[in-house]
């Protein structure tokens, strides 16, 4: 869009300064060129205004991603007492998995991770599923694939939390969120009675991803 109007920009500039068809004093030249500087300020506003949710977006992962990672740990002391844990709660508003996705692809994958945080698990999943069928090269999609495991960790659906988790591990390799995914991936299996999957899935972290934040937290878990 930026280029289109730069180029119309540029042509209609040509005309006027030439002189040959336009005349320098046309009133419709002039609102024309002032209509495309209005419709570059407003594309620029745009910009500014996605760029800042996704830095508010990048905050507020990282903040779930610390608060997740200490109610990871108070699981394993739970599970190690052979205490139960809290009773996790989800919203039952109704879904339609039929309904096409509005909005740009930021809008898309904001909502569904504010259903997430909400304990909006059921709208959530279905948020980051449509993200992913729709935009499966967008630079988050490898976070909306983690995020798809971590609403099935919460609604204590291991076995499949661990599928989406392999998911985000495997197909989004170089995803910041890759290496978290395997850590994840370690609870769930061991929620499934699948330890020795488990400790592959440890291993594999620490020898992909040896510098990662993930890897530090598993090595001072273990």
């Not at 620029?44 to 760029?51: A, E, F, L, N, V």
Request: proline fraction near 6%; charge should be negative.
């Amino acid at each position: 869009m930026r280029f289109d109007l730069h180029f119309m920009a540029i042509l209609l500039a040509g005309a006027f300064l030439g002189g040959c068809a336009v005349p320098a004093n046309n009133p419709n030249s002039s609102r024309a060129l002032k209509d495309i500087a209005r419709l570059n300020s407003t594309q620029q506003q745009q910009d500014q205004r996605i760029d800042q949710l996704l830095q508010q977006l990048q905050l507020l992962e990282t903040r779930l991603d610390k608060q997740q990672a200490a109610t990871d740990k108070l699981e394993q002391i739970a599970a190690e007492k052979g205490t139960t844990g809290w009773q996790k709660t989800e919203s039952t508003t109704p879904t339609n998995p039929s309904t096409v996705p509005q909005g740009s692809p930021t809008e898309l994958y904001l909502q569904a991770f504010a259903d997430y945080a909400a304990g909006r698990y059921q709208p959530a999943i279905q948020g980051f599923n449509a993200f992913i069928d729709n935009y499966p090269g967008n630079d988050y999609a490898g976070n909306a694939q983690y995020w798809l495991g971590e609403c099935y960790y919460a609604l204590e659906d291991y076995q499949q939390a661990v599928v989406e988790f392999e998911k985000a591990a495997t197909q989004y390799p170089e995803s910041g969120k890759a290496p978290e995914a395997l850590l994840k991936m370690v609870p769930a299996l061991r929620r499934v009675n699948q330890f020795e999957q488990a400790r592959e899935a440890l291993q594999l972290l620490l020898r992909r991803y040896p510098d990662s934040p993930a890897a530090a937290r598993a090595k001072a878990g273990s």
